[in-house]
Nanobody
Framework: QVSISESGGGSVQSGDSLRLSCVVS????????LAWFRQAPREQQFVAAI????????RYADFVQGRFTISRDNAKNTVYLQMDTLKPEDTATYSC?????????????????WGIGTLVAVSS
């Protein structure tokens, strides 16, 4: 059974940083595409994705604009999202998703396994 658990969310000020973590178990982590999505009030948005194995392929949403960095540690079965220069519009619940793959996937419909999310609140 696959289990996904996110952590690292919180309430911060505009311009601050946060690092989200996501631990995945029950899946061959090394060969999984991993992604972060966020649920804003009106829509779910893709944030970032990383390819299996060495994570050499990284994909980001346009709104990230170089502020976020996705990374993975296969030894710890963990994927991270470093978020810098946070803005109030980044306020959302951030969820981690995983799937067996050979490349990075950016569509939510491609992912079978999801965590429940961690809330990020950015005030101005």
């Amino acid at each position: 059974q696959v289990s996904i658990s996110e952590s690292g969310g919180g309430s911060v000020q505009s311009g601050d940083s946060l690092r989200l973590s996501c631990v995945v178990s029950g899946l061959n982590f090394k060969w999984a595409s991993l992604a972060w999505f966020r649920q804003a009030p009106r829509e779910q948005q893709f944030v970032a994705a990383i390819s299996p194995e060495d994570g050499s392929e990284k994909r980001y949403a346009d709104f990230v604009q170089g502020r976020f960095t996705i990374s993975r540690d296969n030894a710890k079965n963990t994927v991270y999202l470093q978020m810098d220069t946070l803005k109030p519009e980044d306020t959302a619940t951030y969820s981690c998703a995983a799937r067996p793959a050979t490349r990075a996937h950016i569509l939510a419909s491609d992912y079978r396994y999801w965590g429940i999310g961690t809330l990020v609140a950015v005030s101005s």
